[in-house]
């Protein structure tokens, strides 16, 4: 079990961690948290209906992070498309964003949180040394989207693309001030891949 999920009879996954690797993945899911902000019903005093009633933004976040874990809905990735066709799809994506993105950071907010209580409730459990985290079937669902977006997070904060480019970053040499985020990136790898497998039917 140490290092990467197991399924649990019944239904769920277990993993074991030392502190060390639970304070890496809360610090990087509250990390995540504060990259994704505040919801509508935050930012307006805890209003729930200007949380029900709120339009979410219609062009695409700056930052590079928050690009890659709120994409445009409809992009031609070659740049092969006619003028007129490319500015139908930004019109039709604005539309998209408009009524789907406070729910999508409403989401990966609700994953990041759930990875952060059962983080903090194990915490206690290893006292400074290992402990084993049990996920229940909806948990795992919800680590699954979190390990998701911090990877999505660090590959946007590394610039990787696709896989050729964390080969190539794995071979960093220990100086490299990238290196550390390199290492986590693959290690959250590991750990989503597993947890996929216990997912499985």
Same mark, same amino acid.
């Given at each position: 079990?140490?290092?990467h999920f197991e399924p649990l009879p019944g239904g769920g996954a277990a993993v074991a961690l030392d502190?060390?690797?639970i304070s890496i993945i809360r610090s990087l899911a509250v990390q995540l948290m504060e990259i994704i902000g505040p919801g509508p019903a935050e930012e307006s005093g805890g209003d729930p209906l200007a949380e029900l009633f709120a339009e979410g933004p219609s062009e695409p976040p700056s930052d590079p992070v928050l690009r890659r874990l709120f994409p445009d809905a409809y992009v031609?990735?070659?740049?092969?498309?006619?003028?007129?066709?490319?500015?139908?799809? %930004? *019109?039709?994506?604005? !539309?998209?964003r408009r009524y789907t993105e406070?729910?999508? %950071? *409403?989401?990966?907010? !609700?994953?990041?949180?759930a990875v952060i209580r059962s983080l903090d409730g194990l915490r206690a459990a290893a006292g400074g040394g290992e402990a084993v985290l049990k996920l229940t079937p909806e948990e795992s669902v919800r680590w699954l989207g979190a390990l998701n977006d911090l990877r999505l997070a660090i590959g946007a904060r590394l610039e990787i693309t696709d896989e050729d480019d964390s080969d190539v970053l794995f071979h960093l040499s220990d100086e490299d001030p990238r290196k550390p985020m390199?290492?986590?990136?693959?290690w959250l790898g590991g750990l989503q891949e597993?947890?996929?497998?216990?997912?499985?039917?």
């Open positions: 079990m140490p290092g502190d060390v690797e031609d990735p070659e740049g092969t498309e006619r003028p007129e066709k490319a500015e139908e799809q %930004r *019109a039709y994506s604005a !539309e998209f406070n729910d999508l %950071r *409403a989401g990966k907010r !609700e994953n990041a949180l390199v290492m986590a990136y693959l597993t947890l996929v497998s216990t997912l499985m039917p």
